[in-house]
T-cell receptor, first 113, second 114 residues
Framework: DSGVTQTPKHLITATGQRVTLRCSPR?????VYWYQQSLDQGLQFLIQ???????AKGNILERFSAQQFPDLHSELNLSSLELGDSALYFC????????????FGSGTRLTVV | DQQVKQNSPSLSVQEGRISILNCDYT??????FLWYKKYPAEGPTFLIS?????DKNEDGRFTVFLNKSAKHLSLHIVPSQPGDSAVYFC?????????????FGTGTRLTIIP
C-alpha cells in the first residue's frame, strides 16, 4: 500500500457519459498530480494541485476538470466521454517543493464502450 | 513533442546478467532525473534518481548514469533477478519550487529470463 488511494479501481461507462475519479493523497502530502496512461503510451501529465489550488496544467482536455478539496483529496471529472478516453488514470502525491518523485496510487482503469 | 524518450519498448536479459535501460531527453532545462518501476495492476514506484550535478548514483543493484552533454541517462541493474521483470519509466523534471511536474518516457518492458 503506497498510501495514495484511488477509487474506483475499474470503471466501465458508455460514450457521452460523465465520470468522477477520486484520489486521497498520502498523509502530509499537499500536492496531487493526475496522469493518463493510454495503451502503449507513457504517463501523460494532466494537472497538478497544491493545497487546493491549481499549480500546473498539462495536456488536459477541456472536457476534463479536476479539483482538490480542503481535506486534500482530489477528484478528476471526465465528461462527454469518447472511446479514446479509455486509459489508466493515475493519481500521485508528493511533499511540496521537492521534485524528488511522487508516490503513485494503483490507478483507475477507465473503459469507455 | 516527446521530451523524454525511451527508444526500446522491450528488453530481455538472462538472470544474473546486467540489464541496461536507456533514456534520452531533449529539454536542456531538465536537472533532475528519476526511474520508476511498474508491475501490472499497480502504480509506478520510485526506484532511483540523479541530480544533474552528478553523473552517477548507485543504490544496491541499481546504478543510474547521466551524460549531460549527450542528454542521455541509463539504468544498470546488476545482477538481474526475475523480480526485476517490469516496465521501467524514465522521468525528468526541472527542480524549482512549485514545478514538480515529471515528464515521463513511454517505458521499457524488461523481462528477466530464468
Amino acid at each position: 500500500d503506497s498510501g495514495v488511494t484511488q477509487t474506483p479501481k475499474h470503471l466501465i461507462t458508455a460514450t457521452g457519459q460523465r465520470v468522477t475519479l477520486r484520489c486521497s493523497p498520502r498523509s502530509g502530502d499537499l500536492s496531487v498530480y493526475w496522469y493518463q496512461q493510454s495503451l502503449d503510451q507513457g504517463l501523460q501529465f494532466l494537472i497538478q494541485y497544491y493545497n487546493g489550488e491549481e499549480r500546473a496544467k498539462g495536456n488536459i482536455l477541456e472536457r476534463f476538470s479536476a479539483q482538490q478539496f480542503p481535506d486534500l483529496h482530489s477528484e478528476l471529472n471526465l465528461s462527454s466521454l469518447e472511446l479514446g478516453d479509455s486509459a489508466l488514470y493515475f493519481c500521485a502525491s508528493s511533499v511540496a517543493g521537492e521534485p524528488y518523485g511522487y508516490t503513485f496510487g494503483s490507478g483507475t482503469r477507465l473503459t469507455v464502450v | 513533442d516527446q521530451q523524454v524518450k525511451q527508444n526500446s519498448p522491450s528488453l530481455s536479459v538472462q538472470e544474473g546478467r546486467i540489464s541496461i535501460l536507456n533514456c534520452d531527453y531533449t529539454n536542456s532545462m531538465f536537472d533532475y532525473f528519476l526511474w520508476y518501476k511498474k508491475y501490472p495492476a499497480e502504480g509506478p514506484t520510485f526506484l532511483i534518481s540523479i541530480s544533474s550535478i552528478k553523473d552517477k548514483n548507485e543504490d544496491g543493484r541499481f546504478t543510474v548514469f547521466l551524460n549531460k552533454s549527450a542528454k542521455h541517462l541509463s539504468l544498470h541493474i546488476v545482477p538481474s533477478q526475475p523480480g526485476d521483470s517490469a516496465v521501467y519509466f524514465c522521468a525528468a523534471s526541472v527542480a524549482s519550487f512549485g514545478n514538480e511536474k515529471l515528464t515521463f518516457g513511454t517505458g521499457t518492458r524488461l523481462t528477466i529470463i530464468p
